[in-house]
């Protein structure tokens, strides 16, 4: 947003109050601890653990190329209006970190190496919330994917439907297929992780059919929930709001057979008679698709240094 554009010093600080766990309540927890960078900025558990062991209500989504969602709203449900909301809530979250407000900018204030990071970011030593939302919000958005197997291939072509010289005929084939619609004999899958920062565009949370019955979580309603990037998603296991799918493999074959007839179920999925679509996708198909998506790891997202642990 304009009022919060992406300054080095204030990503700088924002990293910082990132992997600090004076931060939570028992100082034990810091939101690396829940989006690690070895796992695209998520977390390998199922459901992540809180300052005492407690387990939060979904699955770490994983932060990368957060900047590129253009609805601009956060969490599963985007019950967080902006990034600048979201930032501050895990801290006052009663399983995640268990703070308050007044306590985060207390912490903040008792280590003694954020004076000169907020002078540096903000022009002054004064510490409230509002600065660490806004440095906490550049950290994140900083965090982009751009180096990936995808992305050199991408260099040498003109437009992403073209073969990738770099690709093997597998991942190519994989690639065809996830671009194309399934009217046309692919699995469409470019229509809901859409641009090539392969993520959603404008139409916001959807039902993908992994329920009948979605009355134990409904999401943002009706089972609806974001959907974020696929930018080095071969790192970021297990998958879906309630990490309920290990492989890509298993993903692969919701989509291919397992999507159910919710009510509410998105019209991309659907038939032209309101049934769940199958792709009738063949062994071999299934494995290109994964081959694919697996060319959107980019390993640099893990070792770059503006995105590490500055207390290690």
């Known amino acids: 947003p304009p009022a919060n554009p992406i300054t080095n010093h204030g990503a700088t600080l924002g990293r910082v109050l990132f ?20 796992f695209g900025f998520s977390d390998t558990a199922v459901l992540s653990n809180g300052f005492a062991g407690g387990k939060t209500g979904r699955h770490s989504m994983s932060l990368i190329n957060a900047k590129f969602y253009q609805r601009g709203r956060f969490f599963w449900d985007e019950r967080a209006a902006s990034l600048e909301d979201q930032v501050l809530m895990p801290f006052q979250d009663p399983v995640e970190m268990g703070m308050t407000l007044a306590l985060i900018t207390q912490r903040v204030r008792e280590q003694s190496y954020y004076a000169p990071l907020f002078s540096n970011a ?4 004064v510490v409230n919330t509002n600065k660490i939302a806004l440095a906490l919000a550049q950290f994140v958005r900083s965090i982009v994917s751009s180096n990936s197997k995808y992305d050199i291939g991408r260099a040498q072509v003109n437009n992403p439907v073209a073969d990738f010289p770099n690709f093997s005929a597998e991942e190519n084939q994989g690639k065809r297929i996830f671009i194309t619609p399934v009217q046309n004999g692919g699995a469409g899958c470019f229509g809901c992780h859409t641009t090539e920062a392969f993520v959603a565009a404008v139409p916001g949370p959807r039902n993908n059919g992994l329920d009948i019955n979605t ?34 493999e298993e993903v692969v074959e919701h989509y291919n057979s397992g999507v159910k007839a919710h009510p509410n179920l998105d019209n991309a999925l659907k038939q032209p008679n309101g049934q769940p679509i199958r792709l009738n996708l063949t062994a071999a198909e299934k494995t290109a698709l994964v081959a694919f998506m697996r060319t959107l790891t980019d390993a ?9 642990n500055p207390f290690k």
């Open 19 to 38: 992997y600090d766990k004076n931060l939570s309540v028992n100082k034990t927890i810091s939101c690396a601890s829940c989006h690690n960078p070895a």
């Open 122 to 125: 903000f022009g002054d030593t």
């Open 215 to 248: 009355n134990a979580d409904n999401g943002a309603g009706l089972g609806a929930f974001k959907t974020h990037t696929l930018r080095n998603i071969a790192l970021t296991a297990p998958y879906m709001h309630d990490g309920r799918f290990k492989t890509l």
């Open 300 to 308: 640099s997202i893990a070792t770059n240094t503006k995105w590490s």
